[in-house]
Structures are given as C-alpha cells and as structure tokens.
C-alpha cells in the first residue's frame, strides 16, 4: 500500500500564491506518473496538472502560465506552486499518483486539501 500525505493549502487573496506538498510513503516500488486534480464545490474533480516520472508536465487550460507542477522522484513527494491565484481557483485538491509493481498499475489519492481564495 502507498499513501499520501498531502499539505500546503489555506486562505489566500486573489492574486497571492499557495504551494502544495504531496508526500508517498510506504511499500513503494516504483512511481510513474504524478498529479493534482481538484474539485471545486458542487462540481466534479478535474485536472490540474500532471508530471511524468522524467519531469514532463501536463497542465489545464485554465491554470497554464500560472502553476507549476514539479516532482523530487528521491522524496517520492510531487509540489503544485500556484500563482496568481483567483476565486475560481477554490477547490479541495488532491494529490494523484500512479504506481508500478510487477507491470501493474495501481492509482492512489490523497485526502484533499483545502484551497480557498477570496475575492
């Protein structure tokens, strides 16, 4: 099993910045692709940015120019620096991550966290 542990949302102003953490621990073997999604309230989860094991980034339209998603494959941890922050940003986020054991494929979350910005 791997978990997830997720941290650095909070209440931001519009136009201010939030840095999210997503650590991985336990039976690990090997991480392949790492990600954000969120859901916004009343709405379904969607993508925020994905980022592959060699570091390649995959971003939504509506946040392109303005988060960055990185990864630190030796702490098994994947980072979403969001900038420019605005109210529709308001959403929990979660941390996504694919694992590989054996050539199986198995897809973990996190437990969300909160991100709210103010107008």
């Known amino acids: 099993q791997v978990q997830l542990v997720e941290s650095g949302g909070g209440l931001v102003q519009a136009g201010g910045s939030l840095r999210l953490s997503c650590a991985a621990s336990?039976?690990?073997?090997?991480?392949?692709?790492m990600g954000w999604y969120r859901q916004p309230p009343g709405k379904q989860r969607e993508l925020v940015a994905t980022?592959?094991?060699?570091?390649?980034?995959n971003y939504a339209d509506s946040v392109k120019g303005r988060f960055t998603i990185s990864r630190d494959n030796a702490k098994n941890t994947v980072y979403l620096q969001m900038n420019s922050l605005k109210p529709e940003d308001t959403a929990s986020y979660y941390c996504?991550?694919?694992?590989?054991?054996?050539?199986?494929?198995?897809?973990?979350w996190g437990q969300g966290t909160q991100v709210t910005v103010s107008s």
């Open positions: 336990g039976s690990i073997f090997s991480i392949n692709n």
């Open positions: 996504n991550v694919v694992h590989l054991k054996w050539g199986s494929f198995t897809t973990y």
């Open positions: 980022i592959t094991r060699a570091g390649s980034p």
